[in-house]
């Protein structure tokens, strides 16, 4: 429905039918539908010149059908009826077609099919009722096929055009009407429920929406690196033995079973984000070729969901205190959605069970599954403020995103806002280049009947990624219909939109294995080389030692000794040094934390003056409070990221300098003692702690993901509360701002304040907008002063981690350089007790042991060239 449309004499009507003053933007689509429909229902009514009972039993059932108790239409309906009998809005065709002139096709039908559902209410369909509802229906460029459909399903007859009989059912599929409001999806589930089953057609056994070949050899490739690495993998079974025989290091076979459990661990990870009601869960089973994520005719996406490969097919359900239990199918639905009157309320109260972590799906026959793909079903990013936040966690791990908008409500504002928010989040150290990991799919495009419509709505989503720089790369916007592609899909036939959506996943393909998996492919690969250039570095040491070339003296070992032992001093006088600049620094952030909540109710009050609605104050009330709410809940969320990463980011900022100095000054000391025995002793102790350091977490804090993506240069955040859980903790103190308690108290207080009888059309819009605001900001800012002390035990403990993680990565390269020195006097200590013949015996073990790890790296080396091709 296009509001836009609607003219000032739509508006004139529509304040006389509602005995209200009304401007343009105080009427909402659910206003306009309800006033076209009492004035189709009464005029059907009418037509015939009496008014039977059974007719205005069915106009009764119809509203309380339709509009639940608490909505805001429900004082409406009998003012509606009233006006337009006294006023015979319904012999007024002009009238009609005025408030019926922003309506869409399938709208249109929608209000048509309960003429026809109120004509058969007295069990025979008048011809004058008829006559009616064809003149009202040619006006309304109504397809006639459709009225004998529509007249033959109320009149329990036989429908002989099948064809006819499915468009209907796709024109009136309630998930088309998900992005106008739930009154719509209602009305069409109540209309699809009297209709006769949708017809099949002839169906071949069930296809596959991809082959998914380069997923195949991509997941092909990384098995074989992964067999030639791990524990039973010939690469740690050589550096094994060389350990158990004191020649080689005994970190080189664990730093080769990190790796391999990396690799085991790996999974390209795709998450599907999106507003509600845009069919997230419609195309992941378009992805998969199965039906398994719920889906209704509402919004249902109440946690992260992550589909992923298993033996056998079980569900796992993580709780946020570390539980987990395995739950039946059945029990997944239930807990992976949310309730169809929450759903439907949009704010219910119980719209996200706060225990749930995460829910994982393991089948072992999905295909894209099965060939190395996680898929991650989001909770929308606007149903709910935990939920997004929820939402905001998985995006740190995951290596494509595929984001869905309805292609009759193109990238609303929120989307755009959401688009650019993901662009950053995906790319955060480099905020001005257009990112390559989002994919976005305009859904629903079999609504666009027009071709003339579908290349107007690419070119609408191209103009804006070009004009924000949003994306880069081939195939990144795609039209789909995830509904029809699914349906063909599981009857085995085949459409354009079975084309279009195959067209989406090999681009997808290509993308996770050109420009994602290859990548990390190399990145293991170069580790691996690393662990092998360190182990033959430490063979040809070996036998330098044998052959005399080289010799620890007695002096050098003392030398040793003193650096293994000074070697550990730093290690300690480093944590000290953590210790006490971790707890400078949340000294600091506790002064900075006071300074910045002092002033936070000022700032929040001058933002909400920027707070918008397409919601009126007088037909609305509840969106445009619960809207300021969200904005309210957004504005404190930016304020504690601004001040987290400006000025917590500040003082970690200067207190980290002063570690890192530290530690490298450490580093650079280790590295000139090496280099100084490697003069000396012609070794080669630098290279091999290059090699070993490079393959630690010294280089930075890595993330704990298990996607590629996360593998890949070790991607981190672009702020300090990236990945913290600080926002959701924000979303969790103002969670009462989603109830219906919240707006309850808001609005109850409100016109109590105007004197209670008086109707909103009588008040100043723009001071009752003033008036919500303030009072969102009082109640918001009072709610979260509750939760502030917990807020700031997130900070504190992130700061903690930070110095933490640092500490810990310090401890590694000194364990590191301490097993370097150790390993040096056990294989002067093993030589110095074997005899001649024992030492050509082990020159023979030495040049089978540097075969054998150069047959790896050969091994390794064809594997990266196979995948290259």
Same mark, same amino acid.
């Given at each position: 429905m296009d509001t836009s449309l609607i003219s000032p004499q739509t508006v004139e009507l529509i304040s006389r039918l509602t005995g209200q003053s009304l401007r343009k933007e105080d009427i909402n689509p659910p206003v306009l539908f309800l006033a076209g429909l009492v004035t189709v229902l009464l005029g059907v009514i009418h037509a015939d010149g009496t008014v039977g009972a059974e007719e205005i039993q069915r106009l009764r059932t119809t509203f309380t059908e339709l509009i639940p108790?608490?909505?805001?239409?429900?004082?409406?309906?009998?003012?509606?009826?009233?006006?337009?009998?006294?006023?015979?809005?319904?012999?007024?065709?002009?009238?009609?077609?005025?408030?019926?002139?922003?309506?869409?096709?399938?709208?249109?039908?929608?209000?048509?099919?309960?003429?026809?559902?109120?004509?058969?209410?007295?069990?025979?369909?008048?011809?004058?009722?008829?006559?009616?509802?064809?003149?009202?229906?040619?006006?309304?460029?109504?397809?006639?096929?459709?009225?004998?459909?529509?007249?033959?399903?109320?009149?329990?007859?036989?429908?002989?055009?099948?064809?006819?009989? +499915?468009?209907?059912? #796709?024109?009136?599929?309630?998930?088309?009407?998900?992005?106008?409001?739930?009154?719509?999806?209602?009305?069409?589930?109540? @209309? @699809?429920?009297?209709?006769? +089953?949708?017809?099949?057609?002839?169906?071949?056994?069930?296809?596959?929406?991809?082959?998914?070949?380069?997923?195949?050899?991509?997941?092909?490739?990384?098995?074989?690196?992964?067999?030639?690495?791990?524990?039973?993998?010939?690469?740690?079974?050589?550096?094994?033995?060389?350990?158990d025989r004191n020649v080689l290091s005994p970190n080189l076979p664990e730093e080769v079973t990190k790796i391999s459990r990396k690799l085991e661990s790996q999974r390209f990870r795709v998450a599907v984000v999106g507003e509600f009601s845009k069919g997230k869960s419609t195309l992941l089973n378009a992805l998969l070729g199965e039906e398994i994520q719920p889906v209704r005719d509402?919004?249902?996406?109440?946690?992260?969901?992550?589909?992923?490969?298993?033996?056998?097919?079980?569900?796992?359900?993580?709780?946020?205190?570390?539980?987990?239990?395995?739950?039946?199918?059945?029990?997944?639905?239930?807990?992976?959605?949310?309730?169809?009157?929450?759903?439907?309320?949009?704010?219910g109260d119980e719209i996200v069970n706060s225990e749930i972590k995460e829910i994982i799906f393991e089948h072992p026959n999905l295909e894209l599954c099965t060939n190395g793909v996680e898929i991650i079903d989001t909770p929308g990013l606007n149903e709910q403020a935990e939920r997004t936040l929820v939402t905001e966690q998985v995006l740190k791990t995951t290596d494509a995103v595929i984001f869905l908008t309805h292609a009759q409500n193109l990238l609303t504002e929120k989307e755009r806002e959401l688009l650019l928010y993901l662009k950053q989040k995906l790319n955060p150290e480099r905020d001005d280049e257009a990112a390559r990991n989002i994919f976005i799919l305009v859904n629903f495009a079999d609504l666009l009947r027009r071709e003339g419509s579908r290349k107007q709505a690419r070119e609408r989503v191209e103009t804006f990624v070009k004009k924000q720089n949003l994306i880069v790369g081939e195939n990144r916007i795609h039209l789909i219909s995830a509904q029809s592609a699914l349906e063909a899909i599981l009857d085995g036939t085949e459409n354009e939109y079975v084309k279009s959506f195959q067209d989406f996943t090999k681009s997808m393909e290509q993308f996770l294995t050109v420009e994602r998996g290859a990548i990390a492919l190399n990145q293991s690969a170069a580790g691996i080389k690393q662990i092998i250039n360190t182990g033959c570095d430490e063979l040809s040491q070996y036998r330098e030692m044998l052959e005399g070339k080289l010799t620890v003296s007695e002096g050098d070992k003392a030398k040793i000794f003193e650096q293994i032992a000074e070697v550990s001093g730093r290690d300690v006088k480093i944590k000290l040094l953590a210790n006490e600049l971790r707890e400078e620094s949340v000294e600091e952030a506790i002064e900075s934390w006071n300074e910045w909540v002092e002033g936070l109710g000022e700032r929040l009050m001058a933002k909400s003056h920027r707070w918008t609605s397409e919601h009126g104050h007088i037909m609305s009330q509840d969106k445009l409070t619960k809207d300021y709410a969200e904005q309210f809940v957004r504005d404190i969320t930016e304020e504690i990221d601004d001040w987290g990463n400006q000025k917590v980011q500040s003082i970690l900022k200067q207190n980290m300098g002063v570690l890192d100095s530290q530690i490298g000054e450490d580093i650079y000391a280790i590295r000139q003692e090496f280099q100084q025995f490697d003069q000396q002793l012609s070794t080669s102790l630098v290279a091999q702690f290059n090699n070993l350091a490079t393959t630690s977490s010294?280089?930075?804090?890595?993330?704990?993901? #298990?996607?590629?993506?996360?593998?890949?240069?070790?991607?981190?955040?672009?702020?300090?509360?990236?990945?913290?859980?600080?926002?959701?903790?924000?979303?969790?103190?103002?969670?009462?701002?989603?109830?219906?308690?919240?707006?309850?108290?808001?609005?109850?207080?409100?016109? +109590?304040?105007?004197?209670?009888?008086?109707?909103?059309?009588?008040?100043?819009?723009?001071?009752?907008?003033?008036?919500?605001?303030?009072?969102?900001?009082?109640?918001?800012?009072?709610?979260?002063?509750?939760?502030?002390?917990?807020?700031?035990?997130?900070?504190?403990?992130?700061?903690?981690?930070?110095?933490?993680?640092?500490?810990?990565?310090?401890?590694?390269?000194?364990?590191?350089?301490?097993?370097?020195?150790?390993?040096?006097?056990?294989?002067?200590?093993?030589?110095?007790?074997?005899?001649?013949?024992?030492?050509? #015996?082990?020159?023979?073990?030495?040049?089978?042991?540097?075969?054998?790890?150069?047959?790896?790296?050969?091994?390794?080396?064809?594997?990266?060239?196979?995948?290259?091709?």
């Open positions: 108790a608490n909505n805001n239409l429900r004082p409406l309906v009998m003012p509606m009826v009233k006006s337009v009998r006294e006023q015979q809005v319904y012999k007024k065709l002009t009238a009609l077609l005025a408030l019926t002139g922003c309506f869409s096709e399938e709208e249109k039908l929608l209000l048509i099919s309960f003429g026809y559902q109120m004509s058969a209410a007295d069990g025979t369909i008048d011809k004058r009722e008829k006559e009616y509802l064809t003149i009202i229906a040619n006006r309304l460029g109504i397809d006639a096929r459709f009225l004998t459909v529509l007249e033959a399903s109320f009149s329990n007859q036989a429908i002989s055009d099948t064809a006819a009989l +499915a468009e209907v059912h #796709s024109l009136l599929a309630p998930a088309r009407f998900q992005s106008i409001d739930s009154l719509f999806v209602r009305a069409a589930s109540h @209309i @699809i429920e009297h209709l006769p +089953a949708k017809p099949k057609q002839q169906s071949n056994p069930k296809q596959s929406v991809s082959s998914y070949q380069e997923l195949k050899k991509f997941h092909e490739y990384q098995q074989q690196l992964l067999d030639a690495v791990c524990d039973k993998g010939k690469l740690y079974l050589s550096l094994r033995d060389g350990s509402i919004p249902c996406s109440g946690t992260v969901t992550v589909l992923t490969y298993g033996l056998q097919q079980r569900v796992i359900c993580k709780y946020t205190d570390g539980r987990e239990e395995e739950i039946s199918p059945e029990q997944y639905k239930d807990k992976a959605s949310i309730s169809e009157e929450a759903a439907l309320g949009s704010f010294l280089g930075g804090i890595g993330s704990s993901g #298990s996607g590629i993506a996360s593998s890949i240069g070790e991607i981190e955040d672009g702020g300090f509360f990236g990945g913290l859980g600080i926002g959701a903790a924000v979303g969790a103190a103002l969670l009462f701002f989603t109830g219906l308690g919240f707006i309850g108290v808001v609005l109850g207080g409100l016109a +109590a304040g105007a004197g209670g009888g008086l109707g909103w059309s009588f008040l100043d819009g723009d001071a009752v907008k003033a008036q919500i605001k303030e009072k969102v900001c009082e109640l918001g800012f009072e709610k979260f002063g509750e939760s502030a002390e917990s807020i700031f035990e997130k900070v504190q403990q992130r700061i903690i981690a930070v110095f933490d993680d640092r500490a810990d990565a310090n401890s590694d390269a000194m364990s590191k350089a301490i097993s370097l020195w150790e390993n040096l006097l056990e294989q002067q200590e093993k030589r110095d007790s074997q005899n001649q013949a024992e030492c050509e #015996s082990q020159k023979v073990w030495l040049a089978d042991k540097r075969r054998e790890l150069e047959q790896v790296q050969n091994q390794i080396q064809t594997i990266l060239n196979q995948s290259a091709r």
